[in-house]
């Protein structure tokens, strides 16, 4: 792999700038040497940029409508070794053919007549099946191994379901991705249950929301103190922990009730803003994964959020929560940090505005009044609903669940 | 079974069908006591005399219009073109006489002769001596063309152009006389003409061929079967009238097909093959119809690079195979 760069031509003798009129690829897109790149307009002549190599396009440097002068770098391309210098017929042997072909995949949706009836009479989706013709072209045989094999990439929606509602898109988006070639040895898992619960909602989550993200470094080291203090004392008296995490909701509760559109659900021609603070708590067994609401969180104290989380959680594990226990969030918090996460971007949990990741506490040097001292550091990562939310208004609810968390101290907490 | 060579394969023939059947005579240019340029007819003269294996003038024109009249008094003539070139002053005889003489004589008259010819080059035969003639005939109804690629094809196939009752053209490559060896079965077959013959089974391409080039695209399957490409391959065997059945099973067999020939590319015998491909197989087909064939140019060049890149060879073959097999 080589990054080559292409410069503004020289489209004309007394030519000396140009204009990118329309850039005629994207990033990410595949081109062959001499394929137009771009439209340039000159005082002289509109005419098209051929690309000089064969390769994926990295960058694109100038904007269209933007104006450069002739020679200076308009793209940039990542080009495949072999395919640099012009291989004659007798230069393409075997192994340099074979790394041609594995990356350029410009035949993949050119299909030959015998394939196309195939595909159709055995009702195979041809964008699952990856050729290995030249050029990643679906060969015949490609198709009747397919046949053979009887795993079929077939597609389960029928051309009238796929143009009919939303919901459909997330479930056909991860059904293709279940349709690579299984080899012996593999082991194949179908998808039920809670896993495609998940799997949909993530899907539609992702799909759906435009995401924004927002970290802020927090430093808890009173808090830590003071929860080491009352740690043994508290087990011993409660009978359970009380860990960090519901330090966490807490003052995410308390903010959120300052900041009540962050505590919003999108309802598309409507924003709306819900009064009550339930937050939900991320929750991982083994191989699901459950969201447990803690109802009215902002009117409950550290204690009972902590008894909840414990209770949610127990529940959770052992398969025992009620439809009751899950429904009516407003708010995520997930606790990324218990595995020992310092930074994620989480994926909000639909329909919520935003989800708040709470990564581990680490003990990091920090400046403090021009001196090094030890703190304990945690970082909050926050994915927000760009629909709904900006970044001031997230900035400052994040600022404000900071201060909250930073003036946590023996003397202000209150636990009880 | 014995082993024996193209050219042993073809006289055996002969003298097989001449034993047979005393109204076989053969006639040409140095086919008598000198037994042929080639030794076709070696040793035929000494068993069938003077009567049976007539050496002619140097008159292609009258060697084919000999034949044609002593075919149709009942004869089984075997005229020997000395080498396929010379064979155009008898175009006439062949075309206009021979081929239509049973439909225009509504079935009352036939001309049950075969007509023998060297062709093709690699020899250092230049111009004269090299040239690939089958496509004159190929769109003449009324007349068969026979081009087979092994021994025990020649021999089967020239014993069926013999019993023929109308005209037949036999072209036997020349280097394949000495050049291909085979097993032919000692006692009295015959295979049947207009059929083509799967020379190898295969599923990644087809390869459609005849002639010496069959040879070359079995030795070019050879080296491409280490390489994990299968090659499946028919020969035409009769490249007119063609095996239309044969070459449509052969080409949906895979869907990739090469068509060989050692001809002229435009106008020769595989123009036709692609055509029927083209209208029978479109569905089944995986790739664009591919030739592999001599350039259009004038002649068989003489000297030897020039020849070696008119000539189709093996490995020419192979890099077409494997250009088809890696689409």
């Known amino acids: 792999m080589a990054i080559e760069q292409i410069t503004m031509p020289q489209l004309g003798e007394s030519v000396t700038e140009g204009t990118i009129s329309t850039w005629l690829v994207d990033v990410g897109d595949k081109v062959n040497k001499y394929d137009p790149l771009a439209e340039v307009l000159t005082d002289k002549v509109n005419a098209e940029v051929p690309s000089s190599y064969t390769g994926i396009i990295k960058e694109l440097i100038v904007n269209e409508g933007e104006t450069v002068a002739v020679g200076e770098v308009i793209c940039k391309i990542e080009t495949v070794q072999a395919s640099t210098k012009d291989a004659s017929p007798e230069e393409v042997k075997n192994g340099e053919l074979e790394e041609v072909t594995t990356n350029d995949l410009s035949m993949k949706k050119r299909y030959s007549p015998a394939v196309l009836r195939l595909a159709q009479d055995h009702n195979i989706d041809l964008t699952n099946v990856d050729g290995t013709g030249r050029a990643g072209r679906i060969t015949r045989k490609d198709i009747e191994s397919i046949m053979k094999q009887g795993v079929r990439a077939t597609s389960s929606a029928s051309p009238d379901t796929s143009t009919t509602t939303k919901e459909i898109i997330p479930q056909q988006n991860t059904e293709k991705k279940a349709s690579p070639v299984v080899h012996t040895g593999d082991i194949e898992i179908p998808v039920t249950g809670i896993r495609k619960v998940i799997a949909n909602n993530m899907v539609k989550s992702k799909q759906e929301i435009p995401h924004a993200w927002m970290t802020v470094e927090v430093d808890v080291t009173d808090l830590v103190t003071c929860r080491n203090q009352v740690k043994e004392e508290f087990k011993q008296k409660e009978g359970f922990s009380i860990t960090y995490f519901a330090f966490f909701v807490k003052a995410v509760a308390t903010a959120l009730k300052e900041y009540p559109a962050i505590n919003s659900t999108w309802a598309g021609d409507k924003i709306i803003q819900r009064k009550d603070i339930n937050l939900s708590i991320a929750v991982a067994t083994d191989n699901e994964l459950f969201v447990p609401v803690i109802k009215l969180a902002d009117e409950k104290s550290i204690k009972g959020i902590a008894k909840e989380i414990n209770e949610l959680a127990t529940k959770a594990r052992a398969h025992k929560l009620s439809g009751q226990d899950i429904q009516g969030g407003t708010f995520t918090v997930n606790n990324t940090g218990s595995f020992g996460s310092v930074h994620s971007m989480g994926i909000i949990n639909h329909p919520q505005a935003a989800i708040l990741q709470v990564e581990s506490i680490v003990k990091r040097p920090v400046i403090i009044n021009n001196m090094f001292a030890a703190r304990d550091m945690v970082n909050l990562c926050l994915s927000l609903d760009h629909r709904i939310l900006d970044g001031l208004v997230c900035g400052r609810f994040l600022a404000r669940v900071k201060e909250i968390l930073e003036n946590m101290n023996k003397d202000t907490i209150n636990i009880y | ?327």
């Open chain 2, 1 to 327: 079974m014995a082993v024996m060579t193209y050219i042993q394969a073809i006289t055996t023939a002969l003298r097989e069908e001449m034993i047979r059947d005393e109204k076989v005579f053969i006639l040409g240019e140095d086919v008598g006591k000198k037994g042929g340029v080639f030794r076709a007819t070696d040793g035929l003269y000494d068993t069938f005399g003077e009567d049976r294996v007539l050496d002619t003038p140097l008159s292609e024109s009258a060697i084919a219009g000999v034949g044609i009249g002593a075919a149709m008094y009942g004869m089984r003539p075997i005229a020997e073109m000395q080498f396929a070139d010379f064979i155009l002053p008898a175009v006439n005889q062949i075309i206009s006489e021979a081929a239509k003489l049973r439909y225009r004589s509504n079935n009352d008259w036939n001309a049950p002769i075969t007509i023998r010819a060297p062709y093709g080059g690699g020899v250092h035969g230049a111009l004269y001596h090299s040239q690939s003639i089958e496509s004159i005939f190929a769109n003449q109804p009324g007349l068969k063309i026979v081009m087979p690629s092994t021994p025990y094809d020649a021999k089967g196939l020239l014993k069926a152009a013999i019993r023929d009752n109308d005209p037949v053209l036999f072209f036997e490559h020349k280097r394949a006389y000495r050049l291909l060896k085979g097993e032919v079965p000692e006692e009295d077959y015959v295979l049947p003409i207009g059929k083509a013959d799967v020379k190898r089974e295969g599923t990644d391409i087809t390869v459609i061929t005849y002639g010496l080039c069959v040879h070359f695209a079995l030795q070019a399957a050879e080296k491409l079967a280490e390489e994990g490409i299968s090659t499946h391959i028919l020969d035409l065997r009769t490249v007119y009238p063609l095996d239309k059945d044969a070459i449509i099973e052969a080409a949906k067999k895979t869907g990739k097909v090469l068509l060989i020939t050692e001809d002229n590319l435009e106008g020769s015998i595989i123009g036709e093959v692609a055509a029927i491909i083209a209208e029978n197989c479109l569905f089944d087909l995986d790739a664009p119809i591919k030739r592999l064939a001599g350039p259009d140019v004038p002649a068989m060049p003489y000297a030897p690079t020039m020849e070696k890149f008119f000539m189709v060879n093996p490995e020419k073959c192979e890099k077409a195979m494997r250009d088809l097999a890696e689409f």
